[in-house]
């Protein structure tokens, strides 16, 4: 079965720090990857998506960045975190066929102080 | 810009009652619908998906409807548990890479004995 982890679940970084959170996919090959931010106050939002290995979108701007070094590996990276960068962050996987559902990572928590 | 609003945003039953949770969605031109839940903490777990030319999904004591030309879904928990508690989120698909989802700010459900 497949799975997906994500760490570390919680950190809380000075603002001005980097910033480097995982996540790694088993159990399927060439997923669709996604890094998804669950602000204070707001909904889910789509940060970056990947369909495939060195391939990565960005769907806002931010201070964020994102890599796919490999295939079932997802990597969120911040050179110099703000106080905006607070949040819930998500990672998710899907199959890249229409029709299917997409499963998310447990999370991690980051406060920025 | 796709916007998906969420009615009500809070809701305290008691246990055994049918509820309907409200999703609204402003353009109509999705692939997918998805109802998650969320627990304190934690990730999304997908409860139903419903395809764009499907109308209905049905599981177990929730069942889920779409009217796409409307830009409507309702979610329908039956009888009701204290393990029914938690935060409801809807999600439309946008695109054809499944997982570029907007989604709303969720309905946060309790349950109680």
């Known amino acids: 079965s497949q799975t997906i982890h994500q760490w570390p679940a919680t950190l809380v970084q000075p603002v001005g720090s980097p910033l480097s959170l995982e996540c790694t996919v088993e159990?399927?090959?060439?997923?669709?990857l996604y890094w998804y931010r669950q602000a204070a106050g707001r909904g889910l939002q789509l940060l970056f998506y990947s369909v495939g290995i060195g391939q990565i979108s960005s769907e806002v701007p931010q201070n964020l960045s994102a890599s796919r070094p490999q295939d079932r590996q997802f990597i969120l990276s911040s050179k110099k975190l703000l106080l905006s960068d607070s949040g819930f962050y998500l990672c998710?996987?899907?199959?890249?066929?229409?029709?299917?559902?997409?499963?998310f990572g447990e999370g991690s928590w980051l406060t920025v102080v | 810009k796709q916007e998906v609003t969420q009615i009500p945003a809070a809701l305290s039953v008691p246990e055994g009652e049918n509820l309907v949770l409200n999703c609204s969605f402003t353009d109509s031109a999705i692939y997918n619908l998805q109802w998650f839940r969320q627990d304190p903490g934690k990730g999304l777990t997908s409860l139903l998906l419903?395809?764009?030319?499907?109308r209905e999904q049905t599981s177990g004591r929730l069942n889920a409807s779409l009217d796409k030309s409307s830009g409507r879904s309702t979610l329908y928990i039956a009888a009701s548990q204290p393990g029914d508690s938690a935060t409801y989120l809807c999600?439309?698909?946008?695109?054809?890479?499944?997982?570029?989802?907007?989604f709303g700010r969720g309905t946060q459900l309790t349950v109680w004995p």
């Open positions: 998710a996987w899907s199959v890249a066929i229409s029709g299917n559902t997409i499963y």
């Open positions: 159990g399927t090959s060439n997923p669709n």
């Open positions: 999600a439309v698909d946008r695109g054809s890479t499944l997982g570029r989802l907007y």
């Open positions: 419903i395809q764009s030319s499907q």
